[in-house]
């Protein structure tokens, strides 16, 4: 379980979240809604633990963050807007690294590969990958960690319409699975799990 007690953040002179409280509990999401510029991404950075909070805590399994730091960060797998690949490495070659960085699912790589439409895709350099499919490789790492939770930020932006509907089918699988997601989106989500949002 994912749990914040009265959390307080501010960004610059904007005090972007005042007194936010929330239990998040397996097989659910939490959909952080917003205008752009609204201070979702913040938000999504600082429940990482990724930047600090004026006030307030966060706990993972009954246990403040604060106290085990590194132990909340490898049972989460972040999407963000930049997708943070190196670019001159090819697709495998990236998600190899990232095997190094966190406990891995017992998958087939080269099936999850193939199942974004990737495949033909395996050796070339990141860098000249579409937006879209840089990110359809940051699926690919989610899916092949084997973290609990979930932190999305955007994850339908640049995607098309099939793109759209793979983040839904396999967002709505982990959470059926017991995993947990964070999910920052200006765009219907539409997934298929016990939702609770918040609203900025």
């Not at 994912?2 to 239990?23: H, K």
């Not at 917003?34 to 913040?42: D, F, H, R, W």
Request: include cysteine; proline fraction near 4%.
């Amino acid at each position: 379980m994912l749990t914040a007690e009265g959390l307080y953040l501010v960004r610059g002179d904007r005090c972007l979240v005042r007194d936010l409280s929330f239990e998040l509990a397996s097989g659910e999401l939490l959909l952080i809604e917003g205008a752009n510029g609204s201070g979702k991404t913040s938000l999504l950075r600082a429940l990482a633990g990724l930047m600090p909070l004026e006030e307030g805590r966060v706990s993972w399994e009954g246990r403040p963050v604060a106290e085990d730091p590194q132990n909340y960060r490898s049972s989460l797998v972040w999407m963000a807007h930049r997708v943070g690949f190196k670019k001159d490495l090819d697709l495998l070659a990236n998600l190899r690294f990232e095997a190094s960085l966190r406990p891995m699912a017992d998958v087939e790589q080269a099936a999850i590969i193939e199942r974004l439409g990737l495949t033909s895709r395996c050796r070339l350099p990141f860098r000249v990958l579409s937006a879209g499919q840089q990110r359809r490789v940051a699926l690919a790492r989610m899916l092949l960690s084997d973290c609990p939770l979930w932190i999305m930020d955007e994850p339908f932006t640049n995607l098309d319409v099939d793109g759209r509907a793979l983040v839904r089918e396999v967002v709505s699988a982990h959470l059926a699975g017991g995993g947990l997601c964070l999910m920052a989106s200006h765009q219907a989500a539409e997934i298929t799990a016990k939702t609770r949002r918040i609203q900025l």
